[in-house]
């Protein structure tokens, strides 16, 4: 199974670390949320950071 955790990344926008089966499985950042969560159609779950 796959999963992702989003979170801010200051003003360069998004970071995205994947997990498959629990094993680290790739990183990415891109400045739009939504083009992060697009490339993620195959993840079961996408945890998004909330913010302090």
């Given at each position: 199974m796959e999963?992702l955790?989003v979170?801010?990344?200051?003003?360069q926008?998004w970071?995205?670390?994947?997990?498959?089966d629990?094993?680290y499985?790739g990183?990415l950042?891109?400045c739009r949320?939504?083009?992060?969560i697009?490339?993620?159609?195959?993840a079961?779950?996408?945890a998004?950071?909330?913010?302090?």
């Amino acid at each position: 199974m796959e999963v992702l955790g989003v979170d801010a990344c200051g003003k360069q926008g998004w970071g995205e670390i994947a997990l498959a089966d629990g094993v680290y499985a790739g990183s990415l950042a891109d400045c739009r949320l939504d083009t992060l969560i697009e490339r993620a159609a195959s993840a079961r779950v996408i945890a998004v950071g909330a913010g302090a």
